[in-house]
Nanobody, 124 residues
Framework: QVQPVESGGGLVQAGGSLRLSCAASGRTFTGYTIAWFRQAPGKEREFVAAVNWSPVITYYADSVKGRFTISRDNAKNTVYLQMNSLKPEDTAVYYC?????????????????WGQGTQVTVSS
């Protein structure tokens, strides 16, 4: 089975940028849809962005559209989340998740494999 492993979180000021990485452990991401979710304290885990395998289609939550970009490097077996123009409300633990197959998958229960999460904190 595939195991996502996140990295790249940290502390940044509002308006700044961060890039998160999600690497595959165990097997490759071939054939999987990969997504980023986030969970702020006291809130539900919410969908952020996802990328399909082939054809490569990306989709985003409205709250991050135009600021975040998800991409995948199949040669490196890694998915990235470039986050620009960060806001304090983007503060959360960010999780990478994998789901077998292709399609628009925005619900947590559609994803079978989850990483341990990486903290992103945006200061005002």
């Amino acid at each position: 089975q595939v195991q996502p492993v996140e990295s790249g979180g940290g502390l940044v000021q509002a308006g700044g940028s961060l890039r998160l990485s999600c690497a595959a452990s165990g097997r490759t991401f071939t054939g999987y849809t990969i997504a980023w979710f986030r969970q702020a304290p006291g809130k539900e885990r919410e969908f952020v962005a996802a990328v399909n395998w082939s054809p490569v289609i990306t989709y985003y939550a409205d709250s991050v559209k135009g600021r975040f970009t998800i991409s995948r490097d199949n040669a490196k077996n890694t998915v990235y989340l470039q986050m620009n123009s960060l806001k304090p409300e983007d503060t959360a633990v960010y999780y990478c998740a994998a789901a077998a197959g292709w399609g628009v998958k925005k619900r947590k229960n559609e994803y079978d494999y989850w990483g341990q999460g990486t903290q992103v904190t945006v200061s005002s």
